[in-house]
């Protein structure tokens, strides 16, 4: 199977298995037990966290090992609901566990931020609104996990530190696809390992030294997240992420140059699937993307994202119709909603993730199958 579904869940890299391996083999004992094994295991999550907030730009006492993005995204709403007055403002694009949040612990005080129609967050809705209200906080991701359109998420940092608002940063789809160096500035952050090449089930947030946690129990990361750490997955976790930022510093060049044929390949993907079959549209093409996403709204037929997706799977490749946890669901996108797409045309969206192990070949071969595809669906 040729995998285009990265933005759900990267395969595990070799790095990280190698560390998961050795981690359970090295570090068997709860970090939280009095003995040297479980030292041992604690100092080994110590060295990992100070690994990690060196790569973000932030202190080690700032991070919290929890199970992924969802829970690092929850917690901090929570917390900000019960310690901030005020709504919480987010962009109409977050994520399923923004959104749902938001309306949880900000019921009846949450407002959604408009997005334009390249798929970007409306900034001068920002600027025209914070004058006359004041919100308890705001959250933007940085990198949308539909059409991969990156996010100002670096602006709105600085906008909200100027005014003093506390600033929510989802980065589970840039970290470990980006540079992650700057992200650590925000108020609160939210990522998980999954996305890079970690395991499943793992993940970090950044949050303040008096957090209000949603877990309790133990008194595990300084009280703010009972439970005992996976101590195998967050080495794992790491691994992966010091292989990814390896790869993406910069010796002196705008962009990073493993990207370069990265974003070469997907490029030359988009303008063969124009011509190969017209009236395909591009969504966010305007706008800067992630270099592993294209989301397309392809030709239309009956059922149709099913049934690209079912024929594509059959000629043995693994795409998408936009994020793992609304596809289920097959309710239409509210991100190409917010966009100003109509449900007509957000239910010919496929989406075709990329990742770190995809070749150039794997992409002139998706080329084919969706040709191949297109015949036997009658669309051209
Ligand atoms: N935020 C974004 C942008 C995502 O893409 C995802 C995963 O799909 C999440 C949050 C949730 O992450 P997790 O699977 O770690 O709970």
Redesign the pocket.
Known sequence: MRYFDH??THPLSAAARAAWLDAVERFPANPSSPHRWGARAATALDEAREKLAARLGCSPFELVWNS????A?NASIQHLATTADGELWYSAIE?P?TVASAQRWFAGRQRAIPVRRDGVVDWDWIATELPRQRPAAIAL?AA??ETGVLQPWSGVRELCAQQGLPCLV?A??WVGKLPAHGLGRSDFL?G?A??FGGPQGV?FMKCPAKFHPLLVGGPQEDGRRAGTENVAGILALVAALEERETALELPGRRLPAVLEPRLAWRDRFIADLKTALPGVEIVGEGAPRLWNTVAALMPAAADCRRRWVVKLDKLGFAVSTG???ASGKEQPSHVLAAMGYRTDESDRMLRFSAGWDTTEEDWRALLDAIRQAATELQVV
Not at 68 to 71: D, S
């Open positions: 933005n759900a992924g993005a969802t829970e995204i994520h566990c991701m949308n996990n989802d589970a789809q939210a998980c999954h996305k993940g994020s793992a946890c």
